[in-house]
């Protein structure tokens, strides 16, 4: 599986547009990217995931470069809940093997 | 939308003691999940389940067995509980076999005294 890198922390103001970063240099062409998120206390939670299309769901968009070498997740709107831990994940769309998290990007939002 | 139930918020056992975590989906998925979380570490895998009366190990199954005696129910057992399995421990669980839309639990603090 492709390797990601994340930056380890962010702030972002609240109602500004949150973006996070992910480098996924390694990624190989059927491996998709995959974001989740761990809210203080609680297991994580899917938010959305794409190949190299843009994608948006009610939640967030997912930006990913023409060459597929790194994406951006955005929170439009970030709010006070969305202070979480953001996890990117690369892996083929289906697969036995389960998903393996890594340290994520600690998103603190301000009021 | 699909719950996943962990019997216990916190829990407090003696070392020695055998523990027993419980996880019951509700909505007909194949594969099930056992993670502890660390501060520092992450998530790591347990074991994992495909299917009823199948498990796989994780990452780091020593010190733990898992059983999947129906398909809703997945079950993490301590055999011995040590202190260094002091922890957060989260269940999942997906529709096989897809990567999106794994869904966990609130998961269960587990201290061991």
């Known amino acids: 599986d492709a390797k990601t890198t994340q930056p380890p922390s962010m702030d972002c103001a609240e109602g500004r547009a949150a973006n996070l970063p992910c480098n996924h240099s390694?990624?190989?062409?059927?491996?998709?990217v995959y974001w989740y998120r761990q809210i203080h206390s609680q297991g994580p939670q899917y938010i959305i995931h794409g190949l190299k299309n843009n994608e948006t769901n009610e939640m967030a968009s997912l930006i990913i470069t023409e060459d597929r070498k790194s994406s951006t997740l955005i929170l439009p709107h970030a709010t006070l809940r969305d202070t979480a831990v953001y996890y990117c994940i690369v892996r083929v769309e289906a697969g036995n093997t389960p998903l393996v998290f890594g340290k994520g990007t600690r998103l603190s939002v301000i009021a | 939308d699909v719950k996943v139930t962990q019997s216990s918020r916190y829990l407090v056992k003696r070392t020695g003691e055998k523990v027993f975590l419980e996880c019951v989906q509700d909505m007909d998925h194949e594969n099930m999940f056992w993670y502890r979380q660390d501060p520092g570490l992450g998530l790591r895998l347990i074991y994992f389940s495909y299917d009823v009366k199948m498990k796989e190990k994780g990452d780091i199954p020593e010190g733990y067995s898992v059983s999947r005696e129906k398909k809703e129910r997945f079950s993490l057992i301590l055999e011995s509980a040590s202190t260094n399995q002091t922890s957060m421990y989260l269940c999942?669980?997906?529709?096989?076999?897809?990567?999106?839309?794994?869904?966990f639990g609130s998961g269960t603090r587990l201290t061991v005294v």
């Open positions: 390694t990624i190989s062409g059927n491996e998709y």
């Open positions: 999942a669980s997906r529709l096989h076999p897809v990567n999106y839309g794994y869904t």
